[in-house]
């Protein structure tokens, strides 16, 4: 007995020092990783149903589409169901509607369960033998999706595929175009046998509900385990994992509960999500490993993140791994993210506090641009591409356009250009503002200055609220107005909070902040109107911005000098640029308005003589088709650097409806295709902060590039579809413009509304019209 007890106690010792030397090993292993995870490895890429936000959940083409844009140990994700010949299948939900075409291959088919305790109408999966849904998964290469999406070549691969019944996208914001037969409803181990995926992840999201109907859940996952490797298994339902855990081994997956929403009720124990999260020690005796949805660690107020909890450090104490759910590129995320789901999920990744130890995402090549390309750079980290960074209108996604807050968020954000689009008060003052409508960009809406309308034919068909109709000493009173581009029909909005926040700035202002930036390169300045404002209004804009040059230090009275910055002017009409290039040692660049395909060399020797630049916008670089899919891929970028052009694009946004689907709803590979691929000079964009991180990127220094650096080609998903008609040729018609009018000064009116200003300006100001009423609905309309 005292040999036994001595043995025993031997044992335990032995058993804590190795569980003490396991966790100093432990430590040392995190403590020598950038990774804040359990282990100290590199989070986990999940791919929700494959590639699930462009093809539809679960289907063949969607999980062929991981391996070809995701890291090498990207995780496939198959939300498991049970047919009623107890075949595992991998679908969405146990509801199939919402997925698949069912309800028109056996419309008579519907029928009502109680699914968690409320009664449920729709087809279910248990109705259906896997004859029925046509569970047929033929062979095909797994090089086909990359050959399509990377090489441009479309293969038709319905050759392959035949079903009764097919899985669909949906979700509504979505695109429907690979909505069709080929994408058969698969079975578990068709999936795991075809794809070999370096990790298989089984949810299992119902167990109970198939219980009630004589389905085991539990015997079909044993019973798939002897063929096929079961890497994860997750449910949120405890009892599941007690009645399975002990029968799979020292071989089995790791387990992971789910947990659902706080106010969600789990079956097995009666108590809410929100009261199991206090327990972490109870939950440990079951399993691994927690997922739960993002909320639990970066909760959200009014779309606004609030402080993080300390959910994934607790977790780590109770030696669970966090797994966190939602990620999905083509949602409103929260203002803080400033649209960017590449932001997002450095939150969870890369915040120096923690780090979760994966993401289940709908969009995988983001999760792993993140996890490989973009984490841990610092501040500090070397510029890996050149290109110029040019605002437009400052940080304009995160505050208004032309706002002092919109320039130095863009100077902080990293831009190496900050712009100001000019223009012009009744008084002269030049000042920074998208829009000469101050309807655009302003509250005046909301001021006594509403009743000073004009109708200019020139400039548009109804009445407007126009900056040369106003006093500086006036226009100083309004507050900027952020856009919101995407409200309408999308309901996007940008930070609300900050939406009439910071203050308009006088162009000699604007240039006093760009000089005193040490990271800043430059200033991009536009002007346009000038023959409009010389006629009609009497009012000189070359002259008036280069007197702002002159007051700001950037002129003195012996010459020019740098002033330390870059300065570009830029303008749509070829005689202002002719005039500045006559008068200063400035940048001219000349923006293309129009949308083009082709421009002769004639035109090029032309703008050549007066510009230094061109901008032109994407979709003269890339065009588009009406479904948002890129049809093809123009050779004006390349052929204007010939002539020694360089070629600024414009405006790159990050909301996901600004770019087409084969961007992957993620802005960082938009600017990757238009950098590396088409070779701009330049982007201008609303969003800096994602542009000059992706300069930063350590991928870009590899000479292999892996996957989701890869550059996106045109038509390569689009194949079946024809092309669009090509936009015209630009000739040397284009670029000629009639000679400059004189400057006509036009006494003001006996009568003059509002204050009057003093100075050594001419002062004019016309009287105004009141806004009908149909035109001040549809001016508010615009503010929303």
Not at 96 to 111: A, Q, V
Request: hydrophobic share 40%; proline share 5%.
């Amino acid at each position: 007995m005292i040999t036994y007890m001595q043995d025993n106690s031997m044992f335990l010792l032995s058993v804590l020092i190795l569980i003490q030397l396991l966790s100093t090993h432990l430590l040392a292993q995190r403590s020598k990783s950038p990774w804040q995870t359990l282990t100290g490895e590199a989070p986990l890429v999940i791919a929700r149903g494959g590639f699930s936000g462009l093809f539809p959940d679960s289907s063949v083409t969607a999980y062929s589409f991981v391996s070809a844009t995701s890291v090498p140990d990207a995780v496939l994700w198959c939300d498991v169901q049970l047919t009623k010949d107890g075949v595992g299948i991998c679908f969405p939900n146990v509801t199939m509607s919402k997925y698949s075409d069912i309800e028109f291959t056996y419309p008579e088919r519907k029928n009502s369960y109680l699914l968690n305790g409320v009664p449920t109408q729709n087809w279910f999966t248990i109705d259906f033998t896997s004859k029925d849904l046509n569970s047929v998964f033929c062979k095909f290469g797994l090089s086909l999706l990359a050959d399509i999406l990377f090489s441009g070549h479309f293969i038709l691969i319905n050759l392959f595929f035949y079903s009764n019944c097919a899985v669909i996208q949906g979700i509504f914001s979505r695109s429907p175009a690979f909505d069709n037969t080929q994408n058969v409803i698969s079975t578990v181990q068709n999936i795991a046998t075809e794809f070999k995926p370096a990790g298989f992840w089984l949810n299992v999201q119902h167990d109970a509900f198939y219980a009630q109907h004589n389905l085991s859940m539990s015997r079909f996952l044993l019973s798939v385990s002897k063929t096929v490797i079961i890497d994860y298994l997750s449910s949120p339902e405890l009892n599941f994992f007690r009645n399975i855990g002990s029968r799979f081994g020292k071989t089995g997956p790791k387990f992971v509960f789910r947990f659902l929403e706080k106010d969600d009720v789990e079956v097995s124990t009666n108590q809410t999500y929100g009261s199991l999260m206090t327990n972490l020690t109870f939950i440990k005796a079951f399993v691994s490993g927690v997922l739960v949805p993002k909320s639990y660690i970066w909760p959200v107020d009014e779309h606004y993140l609030l402080p993080h909890t300390t959910f994934v450090q607790d977790a780590h104490k109770a030696g669970l791994q966090v797994y966190a759910s939602g990620f999905a590129n083509d949602i409103d995320l929260a203002y803080n993210y400033s649209y960017d789901p590449l932001a997002e999920c450095l939150y969870f990744m890369d915040n120096g506090n923690f780090s979760v130890d994966g993401v289940v995402s709908d969009f995988p090549l983001t999760a792993s641009l993140a996890v490989d390309c973009f984490s841990h750079l610092g501040s500090n980290a070397s510029t890996q591409v050149d290109f110029l960074v040019i605002s437009k209108n400052g940080a304009s996604g995160d505050y208004p356009g032309c706002s002092d807050l919109a320039y130095s968020k863009a100077i902080e954000d990293g831009a190496d250009i900050i712009d100001c689009a000019v223009q012009m008060s009744s008084d002269g003052i030049p000042f920074c503002l998208n829009s000469s409508n101050l309807l655009e960009g302003t509250n005046i809406l909301q001021t006594p200055l509403i009743n000073r309308s004009e109708t200019v034919p020139e400039i548009a068909p109804h009445a407007g609220l126009y900056s040369f109709t106003l006093t500086w000493s006036e226009i100083k009173t309004l507050r900027p107005a952020i856009t919101h581009p995407y409200s309408r029909g999308y309901n996007l909005f940008r930070n609300p909070r900050q939406r009439s926040a910071g203050k308009l700035l006088a162009l000699y202002d604007f240039l006093i902040l760009a000089n005193s930036s040490s990271s800043l390169v430059g200033v991009l300045i536009s002007v346009e109107r000038v023959a409009y404002l010389r006629e009609k209004r009497g009012i000189d804009v070359v002259k008036e911005v280069l007197y702002a040059f002159k007051e700001a230090g950037y002129i003195k009275e012996a010459g020019y000098i740098n002033a330390t910055k870059r300065v570009m002017i830029q303008s749509t009409n070829s005689l202002v640029l002719v005039d500045f290039k006559k008068q200063t040692p400035y940048e001219t660049v000349y923006q293309v308005e129009e949308t083009i395909s082709y421009i002769v060399d004639s035109a090029i020797i032309d703008i050549k003589t007066f510009a230094d630049a061109v901008v032109i916008s994407k979709q003269s670089v890339y065009s588009v088709s009406d479904s948002l899919f890129l049809t093809g891929q123009t050779h004006l970028v390349e052929k204007l650097q010939k002539f020694k052009l360089p070629v600024y694009i414009e405006t790159f946004q990050n909301e996901f409806v600004s770019q087409a689907w084969d961007f992957f709803s993620d802005a960082t590979v938009e600017i990757n295709t238009h950098v590396a691929g088409a070779g701009a000079s330049g982007i201008i964009t609303e969003f800096p902060l994602t542009a000059a991180r992706y300069k930063r990127n350590r991928c870009l220094t590899r000479k292999d590039l892996p996957p989701y650096m890869a550059l996106v080609k045109p038509a390569g998903l689009l194949g079946f579809m024809s092309p669009l008609s090509p936009h015209p040729d630009f000739t040397h018609d284009n670029v000629t413009e009639p000679p400059l009018p004189p400057v006509i000064f036009r006494a003001p009116p006996t009568t003059i509304p509002g204050p009057l200003s003093t100075g050594n300006r001419q002062t004019v100001v016309t009287p105004s019209l009141l806004l009908s009423a149909v035109t001040m609905a549809l001016a508010s309309l615009l503010l929303i």
